[in-house]
């Protein structure tokens, strides 16, 4: 909150999804909220799009990964690159967004999080007793200064909606970005091959976001609609858990919190928006 | 030829359906469709169905119901021989009547809010928490007259269609910022709609945490929906 005092917020300028691209025909606007200021998405006659800021100047916008993507501020760097995008062969899932009254960073953090699937994802995701995080491996790397997880393991009853019976399911986190993960898993149809689901998150405020789940996946036989409403299914599971997590703003102060082994990558995501000067959604101090 | 219900997983109105087809054990088929973010309901394949755009649909051979209510009335009347869940008796029919007609305050304010809270619908909130917090006090005053006669539900002896109707919305209503901390008798009945054999979860509305293995009767959606 400091930083957004003296104008020089980093978060400003990060590049953000708030919209839907295909969901916006030529004529239409949307109206929408980024970091309290309320901007407004057009599409022109030509296809061309726009977001201008209440005064009328405009925003920086381009149109990836099914979304609109803006910046309240000058984005020194291309919005990251997810390759798997163009691959052939993927079905691309744009999902809509989900409103969450939490930090946008929490949104983020309980994506990264896969202790809570038994619990939360019961008989889906999860189930108990096989409640145990194997060990898994987390870094940061250097090229990209991404946050990355790896050789993550996890017993699931139901992991996609293409998997049929329990399986053990291999997966990947990335933090590409602020408000942006990406999960890669196991693919049931295709072995060797990994599903990607991933989240955008629209900042509205410090305790209030939108999240647009995307997926480019592998799948055969279950219809965009089905995959949708299992993404969607599972993304209201969390809905609740995170509108009830205390406090509502990310603690970034190692001792607010004690993490366990589990944790891994939350610790390495906290410790890199620290270090970026990522504060918008968190709490720096202990109260 | 079995029943056909057009379904969307987060839609309170259409868990009702799901809910009620469980409990008796019905089997169903699944037309899944893009509410949200597709607005698939708005397009001509699925107005040819149900002019009015809304879910769920339920579809028995030539029969169309469009209704919540009117589905719960007629899986009741199609498939529970023993005829609790839509009582014959004039004065206990004509309550469940009026009980499914207050379903439907129920889903103009507190699904509403839900719907504000969750997809950014435009509305009046405010208005919409009001009259479900209103809508919950009649409901709770009246859930604890119930429990003073030793009753657990809302009509009868046991429980009916008129439960299964309020139910998904006052489930749900966290959902939308609508608490039930101020409503004890609510809470119970929420619980002894879940205590149900068969129930079955949506995303939002959790089973009781202790019959999920020793309740052999209790399944998920998920598998339900298959």
Known sequence: MSAQATGNDPARDEWYAVGISAYLRSGDTRETVLMEEPIRIMRGAGGSLSVTRADGTNCPVLERYGHVWTSLGKPDHALFDIPEDV???????????????????????????????????????????????????????????EVWATNVRFYQPQAAKS???????????????????????????RPGEWD??????????????????????????????????????????DRAILENQMPRLLPLDPKMEIPTRADLTSVAYRRWLKRRGMTYGAQTEAA | ??????????????????????????????????????????????????????????VDGDLVLTDSSAILAYLARRHDPSGTWLPDD???????????????????????????????????????????????????????????????????????????????YVALSPDGGIEHDDYPALRTWVDAIKSLPRFIEMPGIHALHGLRDDNPGTVKSSQAAQ
Request: charged fraction near 20%; include cysteine.
């Open chain 1, 87 to 145: 691959q052939a062969g993927r079905t691309l899932v744009d999902c809509g967004a989900v409103r969450v009254r939490c930090s946008p960073l929490r949104a983020v953090e309980n994506f990264l999080d896969i202790a809570h699937f038994p619990y939360v994802h019961t008989d889906v995701l999860g189930s108990e007793p096989h409640t145990e995080v194997q060990p898994y491996k987390v870094h940061v790397e250097e090229k990209s200064d």
């Open chain 1, 163 to 189: 998997a049929e019976g329990g399986i053990v399911t291999e997966y990947m986190y990335r933090v590409p970005a602020p408000t942006t993960a990406i999960l890669y898993k196991t693919c049931p149809p």
């Open chain 1, 196 to 237: 990607i689901i991933t989240i955008f998150v629209q900042p509205l405020a410090e305790d209030l976001c939108d999240v647009w789940p995307w997926m480019a996946l592998f799948d055969d036989g279950n219809s965009v609609t089905d995959l949708i409403h299992f993404q969607q299914m599972i993304f209201l599971q």
């Open chain 2, 1 to 58: 030829m079995g029943l056909r219900l057009y379904d969307y997983i987060l839609s309170g109105s259409a868990y009702k359906a799901r809910l009620m087809l469980a409990l008796l054990s019905v089997p169903y088929e699944t037309v899944t469709v893009d509410f949200y973010p597709g607005e698939e309901h708005r397009q001509p394949d699925f107005l040819d169905h149900n002019p009015a755009g809304t879910l769920p649909v339920l």
């Open chain 2, 90 to 168: 004039a004065a206990t029919h004509a309550q469940v009547l009026q009980w499914l007609a207050f379903s439907h305050r129920l889903t103009a304010t507190a699904g509403a809010a839900r719907l504000h809270d969750m997809i950014n619908r435009d509305l009046d909130v405010d208005a919409a928490r009001r009259g479900a917090h209103q809508a919950f006090r009649e409901l709770d005053g009246h859930l604890t007259e119930r429990a003073f006669v030793g009753e657990r539900f809302l009509v009868g002896a046991g429980p009916t269609i008129a439960d299964i109707a309020c139910f998904a």
